[in-house]
């Protein structure tokens, strides 16, 4: 089934994780699909810091050489930030961990929104259980995702009129190298033994175990279909229901 046959996508972060995932679904489902990433070793077809405003500039003017106009954008790209507690936290951190998460989106968002006017448009943010609960040791990271939601229903309201449908995603816990990576630095800081905080994390959730990246990528393949035309402005957790983001460890730190 092609749902998103001709559709032109492009998809942020997307060399490699979730993003990967993202991608290769839009793509199964018909979709033209671009790819930019930071890192030129994930082959995507940008190189490019969406972060960055000029690189963002380029980016776009790359989709409208090689597209022509975009119908789907995929705020994807994230990084997972410091694990600290906040008095621990360097500055630098908490800022980058912002910028490269709640900024990017703005930047292409803004640079998006002129391509997908009046098509009509749609534009998913992948946002975080993270964005709809505290998590301790992850200030920035939370902040960030938190901000997300509100700009999604903010740019719905904004957006509706020309015909831009804007949604966000919260993943929870998707089993991965980046979700090995927080849970060996979280373990480093609660002296708590990596099995654990993995433990941990699992019992939190009501399903009891972690989510695979292509169940978040389905869930943007509906989102940007016309079969989800009169849905906007929504925040969907593909998650296993999140209960807490307390692993039982880090409140001791």
């Not at 409208?64 to 994230?78: E, T």
């Not at 930030?81 to 490269?100: E, I, L």
């Amino acid at each position: 089934m092609e749902q998103l046959a001709g559709l032109r996508a492009l998809v942020t972060g997307g060399g490699s994780g979730i993003g990967a995932a993202i991608a290769a679904t839009l793509a199964q489902h018909g979709a033209r699909v671009m790819v930019v990433d930071a890192d030129p070793a994930t082959g995507p077809d940008v190189v490019g810091d969406v972060a960055d405003t000029a690189a963002v500039d380029e980016l776009f003017a790359e989709v409208a050489a090689r597209m022509g106009g975009l119908d789907v954008l995929i705020n994807n790209v994230g990084i997972a930030g410091p694990t600290a507690p906040v008095h621990d936290m360097d500055p630098a951190d908490f800022d980058h961990c912002v910028r490269v998460n709640l900024g990017s989106m703005f930047r292409c968002t803004r640079k998006a929104v002129p391509m997908l006017r009046f098509l009509p448009g749609s534009i998913v943010n992948i946002s975080s259980t993270a964005g709809i609960f505290g998590f301790p040791l992850r200030s920035p990271y939370a902040a960030a995702k938190w901000a997300v939601i509100g700009l999604t229903k903010t740019w719905a309201m904004e957006l509706g009129g020309d015909g831009i449908r804007v949604n966000a995603i919260c993943p929870g816990s998707v089993g991965g190298p980046r979700m090995d990576g927080v849970i060996e630095r979280e373990a480093a800081v609660t002296g708590v033994i990596p099995a654990e905080v993995r433990s941990g994390y699992e019992r939190q959730v009501s399903m009891g175990s972690f989510v695979d990246a292509t169940d978040v990528a389905n869930a943007v393949a509906f989102l940007s279909s016309p079969a989800a035309r009169f849905i906007s402005g929504q925040v969907l957790g593909v998650d296993g229901h999140t209960e807490t983001l307390r692993t039982g460890c880090s409140h001791s730190v």
